[in-house]
């Protein structure tokens, strides 16, 4: 799979866990080494992450937007193609 950009916005049910968030993601960014590092991470609110990753979108690129969904301090607000 390859496309355009695509935008993914998390919110911390605890807002105060914002912070813990990011490093979660950038932790993920770490350990899986495949990962393009195209993607940016930006806190738009207290509690709100958004997540734009640079075209061409690839699998990798999925695959680490269900990872961070996956992350039990996340709540998944929107899923933008």
Do not use: H, K, W
């Amino acid at each position: 799979m390859e496309g355009g950009a695509m935008v993914r916005e998390f919110r911390c049910p605890d807002e105060r866990l914002s912070g813990r968030l990011i490093e979660a993601v950038s932790a993920l960014r770490e350990e899986r080494p495949l990962f393009r590092p195209t993607f940016r991470l930006q806190l738009i609110d207290a509690g709100l992450i958004g997540l734009y990753f640079e075209p061409p979108v690839t699998d990798a690129d999925v695959e680490m937007a269900q990872a961070i969904n996956r992350l039990p301090i996340v709540e998944v607000l929107e899923d933008m193609p």
